[in-house]
């Protein structure tokens, strides 16, 4: 934990994270080494709250007049309830990470989906009127298809295995495609040819699937002869920073962006909504050891 420089006075300005479990967090040391470097007398810490004292927390934050917090699982779809407003990312995912206190009125809002948004551009690509393929229809992954959708991507082909989320795929790619221009196309991940199909017909593929991730480092939803070197690649797993997915999409010759990126511009949005500046991201960064 860096060492704080600005003293904790009677001016000092809390900001925080509700969920559970929730101790591993990197979001205090991102959003703290934030204000230390913009000299910001503001505080961020992290609260151990589940479900059952969800209601009481919101009232207490809201009577308190704290700014903003994130909120994370198993909250997320819970505390949507206790609002005043929902953004209409929230409403579309069912789910929020973020409230903004505006004098007592209390608005949730993702900062996801902008955050994937805004990793894929700071690599210099653009999305905008292009058809990506989205691996995954859990919470990452119907935070990148609502967002992409409202920002004007053009078509969407999601996959999804035969699991206990693609219901939700259905449902979510059903209510994206009623509420924006987006074309939202829905695949079984074990069509394989069609999986091809689509992604030789995109400009950007991303997985947004726990699989590359630890325990299922080994996994990779995709055979490398699938991939070509125009194609951008993205996985939002971070954990390993390089996943099977990244290596082989590296291999194929693939410009490629690691879920780091989403983390820290998912902070920052959150960062930028509180207090109305811009976080200092690669100054972050390097706080974090990333
Ligand atoms: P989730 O549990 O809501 O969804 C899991 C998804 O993965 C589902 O679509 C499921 O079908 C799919 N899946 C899991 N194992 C699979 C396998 N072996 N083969 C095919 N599909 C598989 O999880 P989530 O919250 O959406 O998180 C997904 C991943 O995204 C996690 O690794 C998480 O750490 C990461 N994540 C990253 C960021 C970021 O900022 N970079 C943000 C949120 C989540």
Redesign the pocket.
């Known amino acids: 934990m860096p060492e704080r420089k600005i003293p904790i006075t009677g001016h000092t300005e809390m900001f925080g994270l509700i969920a559970t479990p929730i101790r591993h967090s990197m979001s205090p040391t991102l959003h703290n080494a934030a204000f230390e470097k913009l000299g910001m007398d503001k505080v961020y810490l992290v609260f151990e709250v589940g479900k059952e004292g969800l209601e009481k927390t919101v009232e207490g934050l809201r009577a308190m007049g704290v700014r903003g917090y994130n909120v994370s ?1 198993p909250n997320k779809a819970a505390v949507m309830q206790y609002l005043d407003k929902i953004s209409t990312a929230s409403e579309l995912c069912g789910s929020v990470n973020t409230v903004i206190n505006d004098d007592g009125v209390l608005t949730g809002t993702i900062t ?1 989906g902008v ?2 948004m805004q ?1 894929v551009a700071s690599e210099g690509c653009d999305v905008i009127g292009k058809k990506i393929t989205l ?9 990148i298809l609502v967002q992409a959708a409202l920002d004007g991507v053009a078509e969407i082909s999601l996959f ?2 035969d ?4 219901q ?2 259905v449902e979510k790619t059903e209510l994206v495609r009623s509420k924006t221009n987006c074309r939202v196309n829905l695949y079984h ?1 074990e069509d394989r040819e069609q999986l091809r199909k689509e992604i030789s017909e995109s400009y950007l593929l991303v ?7 630890k325990p ?1 480092e080994d ?1 990779c ?1 995709v055979d490398e002869d699938m991939l070509r070197p125009e194609l951008i690649v993205s996985d ?4 390993p920073m390089v996943t099977k997915l990244l290596a082989t999409a590296e291999k194929a010759g693939c410009k490629t962006i ?9 902070g920052a949005e959150s960062f930028r909504l509180w207090t109305g500046e811009e976080m200092p991201v690669d100054y972050c960064r390097e706080k974090l050891g990333l």
Request: charged share 10%; aromatic share 10%; proline share 0%.
């Open positions: 699982m996801d955050g994937w990793s691996l995954g229809a859990g919470g990452a992954a119907t935070a999804n295995r699991d206990e989320f693609w939700r795929a991940l997985n947004a699937t726990s699989a590359g991730m299922q996994i939803l939002v797993v971070y954990n690691g879920g780091l990126s989403m983390m820290m511009y998912q």
